[in-house]
């Protein structure tokens, strides 16, 4: 498992300013070294995309004698220092931004004397990336055609001169988009909302990567990785090359696929926003509801998926020219389905959650699935979520149970969260994210040294199913409003979260399976993979694919067990759905019906005198066919400010083969050996007291001591 670091490093009490990230200092390293730090996210090299000069700057550019003083180096010098320490560093691409900041320059625009927080001096302009297409500051910057020898050509065929103008995404009417999540209000900087799916951009991100890789990076991390999907909460994107590709995509479908409001149109000339002004649709409501969304939804996921990947295998193949190896990674968000055809591109999967909160296992449980034998890194977000009230609680010395538990339930469940240092407070907030010192340093400790109690391979006897096309609607109308907002509307019922939330609020481990639409990504799932699970439920799997009957069909005529919670195969044909729905294999539940849910009864159980609602589970199957039973105790009690142990815990866990010796680790450093008792499969033991978190491992040697 990583142990990575959300490694913005910005200042305390100011804003978090996107895209350069500020100098650092040799410092640093000794923090990451006491973090234990295997990689560094949102890391390096951010200012791309405010010019190609600037981020040669940032890489390569002099640091003068007062900042060496205290140890400031440039983001080369720094990425090798971290390097001499074992610790890998991405390089951060902002895929989706452009940006122009306020300056103040000499009179002979030779020397930049302030920008973005202006001084009152200098002559007033502008400084960006419009500047930089359009050589306005010879002495400032070197001109677009060092970097791109025979100039920009768009699309059409026509030289670019102003790269927002040419590449930014665009509404309905044409308004160009700003990416207004990471724009402070309070400032005149603007970023405008760039697209992938323009040529000339992804040119330009390739130069981008080129630099960072130049500059030594490990890593290519490219956020925004949905480009341009994410533009749909601000009415986006209907610019030249998205109105093209959609042509082009309609144009390529079979006859019989095409939807029947396109008879009559001509494709060659089609240009979809005008045909939905036309109709009397502005983009601004449901866009479920809207004309051909889906399958301009279809073209979209594509589209992300091919221009991703051309920008993934640039990097390498890049790197490779310089006899050099890169990882490659993306910010996939909220992990929804959109990124799945993505993540075979990406060694290291990095997920900025939409909604950071206090508990949440089955998340994770779901992050899990969707990575399979990928590496992951959690940050947290402050939109919609704890984290600012967790950094006020952090200042006042408050809440280090809080980080512990944040840190060690991602573990617990499969993922790494990321350690913040410096990271993102969103930008209304003025200020950034950083743990106290030795709190992390204790978490980031007891990680390292228990490496060995997580594997991505569980021993949970249950799966639940996640349907991608069943769930696309009821999730699209539950996670309601933009990323400033991150709101959910708690009145829709979404049947896998409902299955999901009450296993894991009574503490049942669970792995999620992923069976994708044809939109996303191709079928994986066989009837092999499902017979390792006793139990497969499936809640409101509404649709399914042929493959994804086969793989049903299959584990249930292997004696398999399925649960079904609400519609299942709504889509198939009445012979297929009967078949199903008639197997002895299928038994039915209501949603939280723990009893119907599990006809196999519970993998584990946990009794106390106090009660075991605040424990959640995880079994991990270790290398060396030990089980480990990660438990996390959320009791957290605010007037304590501590997490309150579970006294006397008994847990039972059901394992397939006898495994007589057990040990329990405590994040507090204790190692204890545990007796147990084995009937029936059932191993049973005794915890005196359950901190925050714990790892109880089941062995057939002896235990440790």
Same mark, same amino acid.
């Given at each position: ?87 890998? /560093?991405?390089? *951060? ?21 302030? %920008? ?94 080129? *630099?960072? *890789? ?127 055809? %993505? ?5 290291? *999967? ?45 200042? @006042? ?62 021993? @949970?006897?249950?799966? /639940? ?48 399976? %992923? ?52 519609? %299942? ?63 996390? @105790? ?61 790892? /109880? ?9």
């Amino acid at each position: 498992m990583q142990r990575g670091v959300y490694f913005d490093a910005w200042f305390p009490r100011q804003h978090c300013y996107h895209p350069s990230l500020p100098p650092r200092r040799l410092r640093m390293i000794d923090d990451l070294v006491d973090y234990r730090a295997t990689t560094l996210v949102w890391a390096s090299l951010g200012g791309g995309s405010i010019s190609l000069p600037y981020l040669e700057q940032e890489a390569f550019g002099p640091v003068d004698a007062r900042a060496r003083f205290y140890g400031f180096v440039n983001d080369s010098e720094f990425i090798a220092a971290a390097q001499a320490r074992g610790i890998k /560093v991405f390089g *951060i691409v902002f895929e989706a931004q452009g940006w122009e900041f306020p300056v103040e320059l000499s009179a002979e625009e030779d020397e930049v004397l302030a %920008l973005n927080e202006l001084r009152g001096v200098g002559h007033r302009d502008w400084l960006g990336l419009r500047e930089f297409g359009q050589n306005r500051y010879p002495l400032l910057w070197k001109p677009v055609e060092h970097y791109f020898p025979g100039g920009l050509v768009n699309s059409d065929g026509e030289p670019v001169t102003d790269l927002i103008e040419e590449c930014c995404a665009r509404d309905i009417r044409q308004t160009a988009l700003h990416a207004r999540w990471v724009e402070c209000p309070d400032r005149e900087h603007q970023c405008f909302y760039m697209d992938r799916n323009n040529p000339v951009w992804r040119e330009y991100l390739k130069a981008v990567i080129r *630099i960072q *890789i130049d500059a030594g990076v490990d890593g290519v991390q490219l956020d925004e990785t949905e480009l341009p999907l994410g533009s749909l909460q601000y009415g986006g994107c209907f610019c030249k090359d998205c109105m093209k590709g959609f042509r082009a995509y309609l144009s390529g479908l079979p006859p019989e696929e095409r939807d029947p409001l396109l008879d009559g149109v001509d494709l060659a000339t089609f240009h979809y926003g005008d045909w939905l002004l036309e109709r009397g649709y502005d983009f601004t409501d449901r866009h479920d509801a809207t004309p051909l969304f889906g399958a301009y939804y279809r073209y979209q996921c594509d589209a992300i998926r091919r221009h991703f990947a051309e920008l993934a295998a640039h990097a390498r193949q890049y790197a490779a020219s310089k006899g050099r190896e890169v990882l490659v990674s993306g910010n996939f968000f909220n992990m929804d389905p959109q990124y799945l055809g %993505l993540a075979d591109d990406v060694d290291v *999967i990095v997920t900025e959650m939409r909604n950071t909160t206090h508990r949440q296992p089955e998340w994770y449980r779901y992050v899990a699935g969707f990575a399979g034998d990928k590496d992951v890194i959690v940050v947290e977000n402050p939109y919609g979520g704890v984290v600012p009230e967790l950094v006020e609680l952090l200042k @006042n010395g408050r809440g280090h149970d809080l980080l512990r538990l944040s840190c060690y339930e991602a573990a617990a469940f499969g993922v790494n969260m990321a350690v913040p240092y410096g990271s993102w407070m969103g930008a209304t907030i003025e200020d950034s994210f950083y743990a106290p010192h030795e709190v992390a340093a204790e978490i980031q400790g007891f990680l390292a040294d228990h490496e060995r109690l997580f594997a991505r391979r569980s021993r @949970n006897e249950v799966a /639940v199913v996640y349907s991608v096309e069943s769930n696309r609607d009821l999730v699209a109308r539950a996670d309601i409003g933009d990323n400033l907002r991150n709101a959910r509307d708690e009145s829709v019922r979404v049947p896998y979260r409902e299955v999901t939330s009450a296993l894991a609020g009574a503490a049942v481990p669970f792995d999620v399976l %992923l069976f994708p639409d044809d939109r996303t990504a191709p079928d994986r799932i066989t009837a092999d993979d499902l017979r390792r699970y006793p139990t497969v439920l499936l809640p409101a799997c509404t649709h399914l694919t042929p493959a994804q009957v086969a793989a049903l069909r299959g584990y249930l005529d292997g004696g398999g067990r399925l649960v079904r919670i609400g519609g %299942l195969g709504e889509n198939l044909g009445d012979a297929d759905r009967s078949a199903l729905l008639g197997h002895p294999g299928l038994t039915g539940s209501g949603p939280a019906d723990l009893a119907t849910l599990l006809p196999h009864g519970r993998q584990v159980e946990l009794r106390a005198p106090g009660g075991t609602a605040t424990v959640a589970a995880n079994i991990a199957g270790l290398a060396d066919g030990s089980a480990a039973v990660h438990l996390v @105790n959320y009791d957290y009690r605010a007037d304590d400010d501590r997490v309150r142990p579970v006294i006397d815990l008994d847990l039972r866990v059901r394992l397939p083969e006898r495994l007589p010796a057990a040990t329990a680790y405590g994040c507090d450093g204790t190692v204890t050996a545990l007796d147990v008792r084995v009937d029936g499969g059932f191993h049973a033991v005794r915890l005196d007291a359950l901190g925050p978190y714990a790892v /109880v491992v089941f062995t057939a040697g002896r235990a440790a001591g």
